[in-house]
T-cell receptor, first 112, second 115 residues
Framework: KAGVTQTPRYLIKTRGQQVTLSCSPISGHRSVSWYQQTPGQGLQFLFEYFSETQRNKGNFPGRFSGRQFSNSRSEMNVSTLELGDSALYLC???????????FGPGTRLTVT | AQSVTQPDIHITVSEGASLELRCNYSYGATPYLFWYVQSPGQGLQLLLKYFSGDTLVQGIKGFEAEFKRSQSSFNLRKPSVHWSDAAEYFC?????????????FGAGTQVVVTP
């Protein structure tokens, strides 16, 4: 089975721009979660989608949003980028039966 | 407040020596417990998990972890470390009453392996 894939792997954006990141979960997994990883704040939960519905949301501003499609693929969007948004964004898909989260390699976003 | 604590930010261990990484949690009920490993520039790989039952769980790569309810701890161990075990290790918890897609992570422990 293919693992979780994320595109793009690296991204450089300018402050004020917006960005969209994509995540394809493991086949059969219906839950997709997003995390932000920074040296200062560590790993922080952004949101989780299940069957195209946001099921959980972390403590991030409304500039961070996401969605999930009928094939379980998910995207997250960050609008009006700030320097502090520079981070590794990790996507994870969850096996509903085994309750295990499998992570993708992440998208490294740099905001200049 | 609910929290996950990894007291050791950095650990240096000699190749072949044993390793123990500490994790403590603060939750009202026993959560689901996980250990993940992250190599530089990579995503996180699940080492093992604890839901219930036997308090000593075995994982991949020769790792094991022991759940101690009385101490609210879930420490990770490996009897003999290999150079390839150098990485960052994260303890994580999920709540049975919350969505299974939401994990709270500790700050991580960086493991350095010396020859």
């Amino acid at each position: 089975k293919a693992g979780v894939t994320q595109t793009p792997r690296y991204l450089i954006k300018t402050r004020g721009q917006q960005v969209t990141l994509s995540c394809s979960p493991i086949s059969g997994h219906r839950s997709v979660s997003w995390y932000q990883q920074t040296p200062g704040q560590g790993l922080q939960f952004l949101f989780e989608y299940f069957s195209e519905t946001q099921r959980n949301k972390g403590n991030f501003p409304g500039r961070f949003s996401g969605r999930q499609f009928s094939n379980s693929r998910s995207e997250m969007n960050v609008s009006t980028l700030e320097l502090g948004d520079s981070a590794l964004y990790l996507c994870a898909s969850t096996s509903g039966t085994a309750y295990e989260q499998y992570f993708g390699p992440g998208t490294r976003l740099t905001v200049t | 407040a609910q929290s996950v604590t990894q007291p050791d930010i950095h650990i240096t261990v000699s190749e072949g020596a044993s390793l123990e990484l500490r994790c403590n949690y603060s939750y009202g009920a026993t959560p689901y417990l996980f250990w993940y490993v992250q190599s530089p520039g990579q995503g996180l790989q699940l080492l093992l998990k604890y839901f219930s039952g036997d308090t000593l769980v075995q994982g991949i790569k020769g790792f094991e972890a022991e759940f101690k309810r009385s101490q609210s701890s879930f420490n990770l161990r490996k009897p003999s470390v290999h150079w390839s075990d150098a990485a960052e290790y994260f303890c994580a918890v999920g709540l049975t009453t919350d969505s299974w897609g939401k994990l709270q992570f500790g700050a991580g422990t960086q493991v350095v392996v010396t020859p």
